[in-house]
């Protein structure tokens, strides 16, 4: 399975970069806002723009349980409750979105975090389905999701091999026939030192599917890199702007970058191309410019050839340089003038 088709477009190594946008919480609440990033993502190229399916009671309980990471998150002593309160997109919100976007040719899916959010997302009739990587190990989710028979895109972060190899089996087993898995570092942001993109071709050749990248770094180069190991999606949080605030923003991506990452991306995928070992006949024009050996000072009939009045200069339609040990030496056959290029029958 190295290739699937995402809402009718083909996704796989074989062709240009499938770019989701992730809106996540970066609409700060607010439907107008939500709507403006749906613009941008298109403006920019993006395939598809994503949501998160949930509500704070669907994803956790009010328990008082406060995020304590030593300084290490964006969300440093937050309630994780009043966090999923904060950042959730409300369920009311989605069909407005995604017919916003199909209108602008963008696909808009979203990632589910329980199964009521696949029985809600199922009545919007999306092409596909995301698991986040804190839910790769929800084995009854995955089933939901599977069962629904769309493709499915799962991010790997925090997850050993084994836990991966579980997920690809579960949804295997429950129906499901178009997988991606996502390359995936689950910290907020991330750092190209712990991206390990060598991770992508492994676990193509481990799971026989398309492999693509969730990539959490600032900038695109992590992005573009991930093509050239044969990253074939790519999934980056997306605002209008930092400076705006909000959840996510502090590791997004703004449409100034976001149409870049569309436009290198195609470019590192055309730029893989097949294993070239010759000239190719775009460059036969080019040959030309190669050096060869020139005539640099008059001689005459009869007279030797040395490195005094021979040179090895551009352009190339003279003896080219690998004869050169075999010319000195020998005798020209008839009058030379300084600017010719040395042939054999002047030797």
């Not at 190295?2 to 439907?31: C, D, W």
């Not at 499915?152 to 997850?159: E, H, L, N, R, Y």
């Not at 959840?247 to 149409?259: K, L, R």
Request: hydrophobic share 40%; proline share 5%.
């Amino acid at each position: 399975m190295t290739e699937i088709q995402i809402g009718g477009r083909p996704v796989g190594p074989a062709y240009k970069p499938f770019i989701i946008a992730e809106m996540s919480g970066n609409h700060n609440q607010s439907l107008e806002r939500a709507l403006q990033i749906v613009d941008a993502a298109a403006a920019a190229g993006a395939d598809a723009i994503k949501l998160q399916t949930y509500t704070a009671d669907t994803i956790t309980m009010d328990t008082g349980y406060v995020i304590r990471e030593e300084g290490q998150s964006l969300w440093e002593g937050k309630s994780l409750y009043k966090l999923y309160q904060e950042a959730y997109t409300p369920w009311e919100w989605h069909a407005q979105i995604f017919d916003h976007a199909r209108k602008l040719g963008l696909l808009a899916f979203s990632s589910p975090f329980d199964e009521t959010a696949v029985d809600f997302l199922e009545t919007l009739d999306v092409p596909a389905y995301k698991i986040a990587s804190f839910e790769n190990t929800h084995h009854p989710l995955l089933r939901k999701v599977a069962a629904t028979g769309k493709p499915i895109i799962v991010s790997t972060g925090v997850a050993t091999l084994a836990e991966i190899d579980e997920a690809v089996r579960v949804l295997r087993a429950a129906g499901c026939r178009e997988l991606v898995l996502l390359k995936c570092t689950s910290t907020y942001p991330a750092t190209p030192v712990t991206t390990n993109l060598r991770t992508i071709p492994v676990l193509a050749e481990t799971f026989n599917c398309p492999i693509g990248l969730s990539d959490h770094t600032m900038g695109i180069g992590v992005s573009v890199a991930s093509v050239a190991l044969g990253g074939c999606l790519i999934e980056k949080h997306f605002t209008l702007s930092r400076a705006d605030g909000g959840v996510d923003s502090a590791f997004s991506m703004e449409p100034a970058e976001m149409t870049a990452l569309v436009v290198e991306t195609e470019r590192a995928h055309q730029a893989m191309g097949t294993v070239q070992l010759c000239v190719q006949a775009v460059e036969e024009k080019s040959r030309i410019y190669k050096r060869s050996i020139y005539v640099a000072k008059p001689v005459k009939a009869g007279e030797e050839l040395t490195t005094e009045n021979l040179r090895i200069i551009r352009p190339g339609d003279g003896l080219e340089p690998r004869y050169w040990e075999k010319v000195l030496g020998r005798r020209a056959a008839c009058d030379l003038t300084p600017g010719t290029p040395l042939t054999w029958d002047q030797l």
